[in-house]
């Protein structure tokens, strides 16, 4: 019997980056001369969206998202490693998860920083693929990202898990025709997710030791 696929999510679910992203947002709109404060939770609270979703959730108009993107992941890149850890239990979730299932990333952040973080934290190594919004035209809660990551894995739908913190990702999970775990160590609150899900666990190692108890009977 093949081994089942558990795909993770990033930000939220296996890593917290939030100073990384505040600093960079608001770096961007600095530079580029939107000079009024803007409330944390504004940017805190789309956390899961592309870029260009977020920067207009702040208001920018739109001939300017991409020069905001741009300038967001130039200094992103700078900064990650130094202001992004790994969320409590991660490391012991995904360690657990590669002895019975194999593993992949999708995400909604760019794949080539995302490969840099997990790199620099010495956990790539155990995900077949990671899957990063330039490599879909439809991210999350588009079911895309989850069928793209199939693909490269060679996989149809059946004895794959999502695990992730928001909606975005259990809405995606759920067009995919996938099982999935909500947890609740991110961006949206147990009240939030209950509304698709009753799935629900405090983080990515409770998740993954749910899923084992259901595939390793």
Wanted: no cysteine; glycine share 6%.
């Amino acid at each position: 019997m093949s081994k089942p696929i558990i795909l993770f999510d990033l930000d939220g679910t296996l890593i917290d980056s939030t100073e990384a992203i505040l600093e960079s947002f608001h770096h961007s709109l600095k530079i580029h001369g939107m000079l009024h404060d803007i409330d944390n939770s504004k940017i805190t609270e789309q956390i899961g969206h592309t870029l260009e979703t977020m920067f207009a959730g702040v208001g920018v108009n739109e001939s300017f998202i991409d020069s905001h993107v741009a300038t967001y992941k130039l200094y992103y890149r700078e900064i990650a490693r130094q202001k992004t850890v790994l969320l409590p239990g991660a490391s012991e979730a995904i360690q657990e998860a590669v002895s019975f299932a194999r593993l992949g990333i999708v995400t909604t952040k760019t794949a080539l920083y995302s490969r840099e973080l997990m790199e620099y934290f010495e956990l790539m190594e155990f995900f077949e693929v990671l899957i990063g919004r330039e490599h879909v035209e439809n991210p999350k809660p588009h079911p895309e990202p989850i069928f793209k990551a199939l693909e490269q894995m060679g996989k149809r739908g059946d004895n794959v898990w999502m695990i992730g913190d928001t909606r975005l990702d259990i809405e995606a999970a759920n067009r995919a025709g996938i099982a999935h775990v909500a947890v609740t160590s991110g961006y949206d609150n147990k009240f939030q997710l209950i509304e698709l899900t009753n799935i629900i666990k405090n983080n990515a190692l409770e998740a993954v030791q749910y899923i084992a108890k259901r595939v390793l009977k």
